[in-house]
């Protein structure tokens, strides 16, 4: 079992950028496939982001272009870089983790995670 904390929310402009960071603790350095997922208000949660072990990564067409993730394994630290944020963007964001496969499988379905953060607040007003 991983343990994630999530930091780096806040409020931002439309058009502006955020980083947000997950930190892993318990953590086996590159065995786990990681994703960024986001859930606004009276909708249901939605996959971002996702890295696998190999550092391969996909993402949500909304996003595509705009956010990267990235992972430091010597820092047990997933990353999600936000850019070009929109009102749409708004959410609250959570990382999660899973260890099958070895973590060489990419994938931003919620089912396929077992571990997951408490989330970090974005706001993006126009």
């Known amino acids: 079992q991983v343990q994630l904390v999530e930091s780096g929310g806040g409020s931002v402009q439309a058009g502006g950028s955020l980083r947000l960071s997950c930190a892993a603790s318990?953590?086996?350095?590159?065995?786990?496939?990681m994703g960024w997922f986001r859930q606004a208000p009276a909708r249901e949660r939605e996959g971002v982001a996702g890295i696998d072990s190999l550092g391969r990564t996909t993402y949500a067409d909304p996003v595509k272009g705009r956010f990267t993730i990235s992972r430091d394994n010597a820092k047990n630290t997933l990353y999600l870089r936000m850019t070009h944020l929109s009102p749409e963007d708004s959410a609250m964001y959570y990382c999660?983790?899973?260890?099958?496969?070895?973590?060489?499988?990419?994938?931003?379905?919620?089912?396929?995670?077992?571990?997951w953060g408490q989330g970090t607040q974005v706001t993006v007003s126009s």
């Open positions: 999660a983790a899973d260890s099958r496969s070895g973590g060489r499988y990419l994938t931003i379905e919620a089912a396929k995670y077992s571990n």
């Open positions: 318990d953590y086996t350095g590159s065995d786990y496939y």
